[in-house]
T-cell receptor
Framework: GAVVSQHPSWVICKSGTSVKIECRSL??????MFWYRQFPKQSLMLMAT?????????EQGVEKDKFLINHASLTLSTLTVTSAHPEDSSFYIC????????????FGPGTRLTVT | DQQVKQNSPSLSVQEGRISILNCDYT??????FLWYKKYPAEGPTFLIS?????DKNEDGRFTVFLNKSAKHLSLHIVPSQPGDSAVYFC????????????FGTGTRLTIIP
């Protein structure tokens, strides 16, 4: 149980375009999902907390107008990278919080974004 | 400000021996700690966790030790197996922190057959 999927697994886009990444909890409902990004050989950095039915909470330094997060249902959160630039190229990972778990987040497989 | 640190970026251990991965934290409000295993281009997989009310938690080959006074935790893997080769992240959170995890920088563990 506790499976989280992400789509797409990798995407290449041109600079200036927007890309949407989906995160789904497949066998449980998640009122809270998180979005991280990871640069090569670095730690996972939390970008934002996504709560179903409310606005996302962004971490300091993360542009909310650039990284649009929508948590429309208890099993789906989306991250849209708007007007992507090469510096946005990274590995984006989502996680879903299993209700009742004090921090036991289940992670998706990640999405590799390359902006050319 | 790196609140969770893993000072060893890499570690090599012979198969069958014990692997010990270390993690230090600075925020005394953290009261729940987790270890994740990560393969390249995949999301982290939860391994084991420990609450600050305990100093040890075991799950099969994995044991996590917590030393609150030293703000230090460690993950022991015994016996180490080739499939354990991966990057290990420790993470910390605290009640009332909206379940946000703060991750360490990771340690790449290589098990030598």
């Amino acid at each position: 149980g506790a499976v989280v999927s992400q789509h797409p697994s990798w995407v290449i886009c041109k600079s200036g375009t927007s890309v949407k990444i989906e995160c789904r909890s497949l066998d449980f409902q998640a009122t809270t999902m998180f979005w991280y990004r990871q640069f090569p050989k670095q730690s996972l950095m939390l970008m934002a907390t996504s709560n179903e039915g409310s606005k996302a909470t962004y971490e300091q330094g993360v542009e909310k107008d650039k990284f649009l997060i929508n948590h429309a249902s208890l099993t789906l959160s989306t991250l849209t990278v708007t007007s992507a630039h090469p510096e946005d190229s990274s590995f984006y990972i989502c996680s879903a919080l299993l209700a009742g778990g004090p921090g036991e987040q289940y992670f998706g497989p990640g999405t590799r974004l390359t902006v050319t | 400000d790196q609140q969770v640190k893993q000072n060893s970026p890499s570690l090599s251990v012979q198969e069958g021996r014990i692997s010990i991965l270390n993690c230090d934290y600075t925020n005394s409000m953290f009261d729940y700690f987790l270890w994740y295993k990560k393969y390249p281009a995949e999301g982290p997989t939860f391994l084991i966790s420990i609450s600050s009310i305990k100093d040890k938690n075991e799950d099969g080959r994995f044991t996590v030790f917590l030393n609150k006074s030293a703000k230090h935790l460690s993950l022991h893997i015994v016996p180490s197996q080739p499939g354990d080769s991966a990057v290990y992240f420790c993470a910390a959170t605290f009640w009332g922190g909206n379940e946000k995890l703060t991750f360490g920088t990771g340690t790449r563990l290589t098990i030598i057959p």
